[in-house]
């Protein structure tokens, strides 16, 4: 009896065997399939992040010979949560294909998720992903990952993205299985995992997905799939020899072979084929080629010289980055193949000494040391620097992408200037780099962050009626320029300097308003665009319009009238070329109007201005006192 209990919870619910668990059965939203092999320390992590799942789900454990206890501890989560947790028992195979595959088989969801049994999803992440796929009908969604101690892919998850091309996106860099597939895409075109291989398996199962999906889409906003790092060093992929050069590339003609069988040439195989080339091939040629020996040197690059020969069309050509095409014009010319390595490598040694406006105050000066060291000791060589400029790079902001800005420099001996020209930047956040040429190949950096000790932040400055604010970055320190005031606070004030009381129970503002040390230059009426008074109580907003004087001034006749019941604070909103910018009106006590108090209908309404306690900002209280009320208070 206990053996038949025991056969039941082993083979996951119900005891039917393993080839028929799906039949009969109704489907769910997603099948979770986990791979088990020795990672009970992981695993109630796991499990938990995924019964808490807001969707119809099962989860397939696939036991793949576990010696830890895991297995056992999969049968007690099944118990637990009969008809959700399920498990199967399986001889070990050395790699997560085969489970994977397994776990396919029995799924009955309309969709899949894979997640390794040492790693764990957010709370939120197979209901949001699940509502991406339902609205979009998509085949695939890729949830964004995050690493702990791993290294995680970032460039396809910098936004949503409801229907995303495969061609000219970046989705396709992501090739792990920790996605969302629709089962019946998968089984129609028989995709699965690579059993006779224990790296890069899950490459060989993306590949042929990608190849049959007719729509992507990417949930960006929100951390769904946590990659782990084992301490203990155990998982496959930090086994040593787990990227070996030669046998990736031998690993990596399966899914080129896929992709030149599932996609008609054109330039979207140009675009997956150059993934491949550029990050499976010629990245071995780099520092690991640096770290190889003589003979495995030549052994690496005919491995790469033989992909290139059959899958370098001109198209995939076109599309790598210059050191990739000097890599592959010397595929039979090993020295010149360290030398390229050696650069692509070297640490570049940048050092900011000097940043000031110029004399124009709308250009800003930028001096510095730069150098290229290259790495190791034995065979090091020396790199000459053949030229050097500041590039200009703009953070993504939602609109169209925006160019890089280069900015020549001049000097020698490693020492450089240049001059940017601010009124030439569009508004958004720009951050500097320094670009080094050598031998043809550019490396970029970041600068700033190593500079002189006695290096102040530039003042804001307004150029040209937008506000900029160079600064250093925080936590690292590098130079950045903020054009518009998106992500700093703009500094300055606006002083009241006189206020009176005009017809129609208008309160008359004078003032005169500065920002940074300075007063703006107004860009036409533009610059200084209106009186905001905001309720304190309900964020209300009553907007009066400002003339703007040449000089800084403003002035503004506020009704007060218009003014509910409360305590309303005056702000000067700004135009500076960004959003718009606010600054408390700052209000002497003396400078300030008396109440006002004045009937309207059987209603008396009083407008009393008044600074408030500590900084003087301007604010009004706003009463309105119906005639019965005050009856009733004289009469008690």
């Not at 399920?86 to 294909?97: C, I, L």
């Not at 604010?469 to 005031?485: C, E, K, Q, W």
Request: hydrophobic share 40%.
């Amino acid at each position: 009896m206990t053996r038949a209990i025991l056969q039941r919870v082993r083979t996951g619910h119900g005891g039917e065997p393993v080839a028929a668990a799906g039949a009969g059965r109704s489907a769910v939203d997603v099948s979770v399939i986990v791979p088990l092999h020795d990672c009970r320390p992981y695993l109630d992590r796991c499990l938990t992040s995924l019964l808490v799942q807001r969707v119809d789900k099962e989860i397939v454990v696939v036991d793949d010979g576990s010696t830890d206890g895991g297995g056992e501890l999969a049968d007690l989560y099944a118990a637990c949560h009969p008809g959700i947790v399920r498990v199967v028992h399986q001889e070990g195979s050395g790699g997560a294909g085969r489970p994977r595959n397994t776990g396919l088989s029995v799924a009955r969801g309309r969709y899949v998720f894979f997640c390794d049994a040492d790693d764990y999803l957010g709370p939120e992440a197979l209901e949001r992903m699940l509502a991406m796929a339902e609205r979009n009908g998509s085949d695939i969604v890729l949830g964004k990952i995050v690493g702990h101690g791993r290294r995680a892919p970032v460039s396809m998850f910098q936004e949503n993205a409801e229907r995303v091309p495969l061609e000219d996106s970046a989705v396709y860099n992501s090739l792990s299985c920790f996605k969302l597939f629709r089962r019946e895409m998968i089984e129609r075109h028989g995709v699965r995992f690579d059993e006779k291989l224990t790296v890069g398996e899950d490459i060989v199962f993306t590949a042929h997905a990608y190849c049959h999906a007719e729509v992507i889409s990417v949930v960006a906003d929100y951390d769904c799939y946590h990659l782990v790092d084992r301490p203990d060093g155990t998982s496959i992929m930090q086994r040593k020899g787990s990227r070996d050069p030669i046998s990736w590339m031998r690993m990596i003609r399966r899914p080129i072979e896929l992709v030149a069988a599932h996609v008609q040439p054109g330039p979207l195989r140009d675009h997956l084929l150059r993934r491949h080339l550029r990050l499976d091939a010629l990245a071995h040629l780099g520092r690991s080629f640096l770290e190889a020996g003589e003979i495995e040197r030549k052994e690496i690059a005919a491995e790469v010289a033989d992909l290139c020969e059959r899958w370098l069309t001109d198209g995939v050509r076109e599309r790598l980055p210059p050191v990739d095409r000097h890599r592959i014009a010397a595929l039979e010319d090993i020295d010149r193949l360290v030398r390229l390595a050696h650069i692509e490598s070297a640490a570049v040694r940048r050092e900011l000494t000097g940043l000031r406006w110029d004399a124009g105050a709308t250009a800003l000066t930028v001096s510095g040391r730069v150098a290229l060291d290259a790495l190791g000791t034995a065979g090091r060589p020396e790199l000459a620097v053949d030229g050097v400029t500041l590039v200009l790079r703009p953070r993504p902001d939602g609109e169209p992408p925006r160019a890089d800005v280069v900015v020549p420099t001049a000097g020698d001996g490693g020492e450089i200037t240049g001059t940017i020209d601010l009124t030439g930047l569009s508004s958004g956040v720009w951050d500097v780099h320094v670009a080094v040429e050598c031998e043809g190949i550019v490396r970029t950096a970041r600068l700033g962050a190593d500079r002189d000790g006695t290096i102040a932040r530039p003042e804001p400055r307004v150029v040209g009626g937008t506000i900029v604010l160079p600064y250093f970055t925080r936590p690292h320190g590098n130079l950045s320029i903020d054009v518009g005031g998106h992500v700093l606070t703009v500094p300055g004030t606006a002083r009241l300097t006189r206020s009176h009381w005009a017809a129609g129970h208008r309160l008359a503002l004078t003032g005169e308003v500065t920002v940074g040390r300075h007063r703006p230059v107004p860009a036409g009426p533009r610059a200084v665009r209106r009186l905001v008074w905001r309720d304190r109580h309900s964020g209300r907003e009553l907007y009066t319009p400002v003339t703007a004087g040449p000089d800084g001034g403003f002035t503004a006749r506020t009704a007060a009238g218009r003014a509910a019941a409360g305590t309303w604070d005056a702000y000067l909103e700004l135009d500076l070329g960004g959003p718009p910018v606010r600054f408390r009106v700052e209000a002497a006590a003396e400078l300030i109007a008396p109440a006002r108090t004045w009937w309207r209908g059987t209603v008396r309404r009083t407008a009393k201005p008044y600074g408030t306690a500590g900084k003087g900002r301007l604010s009004m209280v706003v009463r309105a006192v119906p005639l019965r009320t005050l009856v009733r208070r004289m009469l008690r």
